[in-house]
């Protein structure tokens, strides 16, 4: 390198803050007009050529500190500025800019270069109120593909541009793409000491290893591309996210075919993105083509030509195996045990029918609707009705065991554990009776109908009433250990799982409520009236319910956070989801019965009865039961 | 300084917690004891962790309820600042959540709800001490994991790579995931854990308290099962001792107390240069 003057900057020419006044002139021959950019390394002025005088030349000088206290790491340092400079001196492309000279003076190397007017990227994305239109993104891209191939297949050396990003790419005044600041940046690399926060972004993961190829400068590009259609800054998200922010679901106006592409060059796995630069343009430039008219060819079936959305998985319709026609609405939910399905209807009748054949068994009048649903222990099942009794029915005969009676109607589904069943009533009072008998244990009063379902774990029962609250009382005394309170009446059946309890309320929420304790650990708002029970996957660990907003949600069991939100096209009801591995399944006012995958939320089927299902369904071997209030129980395939 | 002084600051090793109420009844009732630590090392000139332990027991009608506070916080910065900012997040912490779930808790006014869910407080009291860092220090940051104990659950929140670990009898396991850059570059399988160990950028992180924008922040439910622990710790203890040895560190030592002291002597003793801290909830029946 020329070290051409030993002129030293004299005082006067720097400025407090270390850079060079206006008027100082470098090399007898540059003069600096302006400060343009202070960098972290490097100082960009506005400068004129003054060896033209008949004209006005200008230049951008480029100043890069060199001061280290190691004299041999400041000679180290000024050889590899030296081999840049050439590099950067042997390449010549239209969107780069060219180099004119360089040199040293007083500890500061100097580039000088082309000097750009316009905008960097970063500049013009901050600027823009929103994200920047497609057709310009892919025509920028387009063109810094260009620059990235003449680089990559530059000779002697494929040059990798290594630090892409929009502050590295300007746009001119004539609109047109230059790259700046390339591999100067390297060579003042220092390593960084101590913690910092914050990461660069648009590097490509093994970069991080030290490895940095041209593929890399393909992710870099993608990540731009990222930022200037979703106005999200990678350095602020956590590193390599993208793929969890697919471009469309910030920004829907660009297209599925931009956005696997985009997707295509920023995979984590090198090998999966495109290979070269001219791969990726390709790519984009099909984007910029109109679709071609299609030209029919004799005897061919006319195709369409529109972009083909994604068929889903599993087709349309389920077909019911059986149905079995009551003489009244259906709002209970079936239960089945031994390959017998029980379930009540507002016909007064407790049904046993075989659930393979829905071949009616026997059938137990009550003397008013049943809304409840039955359960099963031993030789029995328990269910409650309208007639303000629960009744204890063998099941092999269909005949009465026991019955309870109350004084107030018995809507709640009875639970049963440790040979004890235990049930609300519209007389305020909770019952734990003995399975075998019916004797009563004791009874708990709250203050107000209780119409959900008891939860019962070893020491305590948990239920909602509709005075708003959720009670958690001893088995063994029934005595109250707390009651939670909610805004409206919950009609919900609360679920115990892992410590917590979970249960909706007509006041709109989703709790999650510690169960020893009895304090809220997170809730949930929805935008109308909870009316269904929760049910939980396990191996997923998330809670599904519906909500009147028409929604099916599926919940983080732990922290409440919202997976996934499927619309219906009705208000939810008291119909509560049931769960197998893959799949949810619940009513809807709108007379569906959906099946969603439990994992996405997508909708596999829905089976329409005709009239709104509160019935919850209920699975069993491959095939799934619910009751409608057109007055029919269907048994369908999974 | 006062006595609220000395419980909500910055502490040094703490005395052992006093030991459990009337064991004798046969309520299966399980008690938290505790043991913490913070050391700032044999080469750092000051020690930027923080540390906060609560823990308290309320008995009505027969059944003990155990309830209990832990924080760690990590401050980062050159200078000075990463000690404030670290004091000053768990210092805040504290005071929300006593304010907002220990208060109402002993005013009885929890059941509702118009109380504020647990997870919420925690990250409420997480965001707003953000804010206040963000506006104080310029340049300084922090890390902080806490864990609000009740009854036997464990609601965690957390940012930044300090970790909180569950460790029974034979097995200690991570909870927390690190918001650091080597994390991320592991989960994606571009680095091993061997190699994130000498990494240059392995204390670079993408998460931390004291940065504009908005901060997300993890919470975790975790139940904890009698005899087992929950671990909390700064990267000074957990870069410098693999978990097994941890493990092994728990399970011999005759208290909480001694666990920690073990743990930052072996931190030390395997070559580690940043400051230690450790809290260690033993739940005991």
Known sequence: MTEQQTHRLADEDTSTEGTLRPGTILQQRYQILETRNIGGMAVLYKARDMRFEKTTRMCAAKEMYNN???????DLTAQAFDREANVLASLSHPAVPAI?????????????MEFIEGKDLDEIIEESPGPLSQEVVVDWAIQVCDVLSYLHNHKPQPYVFRDLKPSNIMLNEQGRIVVIDFGIAKVFQRGQRGTMIGTAGYPPPEQYRGDAEPRGDIYALGATMHHLLTKRDPRLEPPFSFHEHPIRSINSAVSEALDRTIMKALEYDIDKRFATAEDFKSALEAQRTPEPPHIPTAGAPTIAFATSTLAPAHSGSALPVWEFACEDEVGSSPFVADGVLYVGSYDHNLYALDAKSGQFMWKFPTEDAISSSPRVWQGLVFIGSDDNLVYAIYRDSGSIAWSKPTRGRVISSPTVAMAHVFFGSDDHFLYNLDARNGRQVWAFEAEDHIRSSPAVS????Y?????????SVEVQSGKLKWKFATNRP????PLLYEGLLFFGSLDWTFYAVDATAGWAVWNRRTRHRIASSPAISQPRGLVYFTSVDQGIYALDFSTGRQVWRTEMDGPGTSSSPAVSTDAVYVGCADGHLYSLDAKTGEIRWKFHTGESVVSSPVLWENMVFVGSRNHRIYALLQ | MSWIEKILGRTQPLPPAPLPLDDSKESKSLFPVVGAVTDKGPVADHNEDALFTLSAALSQENDLLPLGLYIVADGISGKEQGAAASSLAVRLVADWVLSKIFHPFLLDLGHSANQQPIHQVLREAIIAANGRIHDAYANAGTTLTCAFVLGTNAFIAHVGDSRAYLVNKSTIRQLTTDHSLVNRLIELGQLTPEEAKTHPQRSVLYRALGRAGNLEIDT???????HSSLLLCSDGLWQAVPQEAILAAINAASSPQAACRQLAAQAKENGGEDNITVILVQVKS
């Open chain 1, 68 to 74: 280290a206290p190691d004299p041999r790491l400041r």
């Open chain 1, 100 to 112: 004119y000279d360089y040199f040293s003076e007083s500890n500061r190397l100097y580039l000088v």
């Open chain 1, 458 to 461: 070893e020491d305590l029962v």
């Open chain 1, 463 to 471: 239920f909602g009433a509709d005075d708003g609250n959720v009670y």
């Open chain 1, 490 to 493: 919950v009609l919900s059946s």
């Open chain 2, 220 to 226: 975790y439910l975790q139940s904890l099962p009698a």
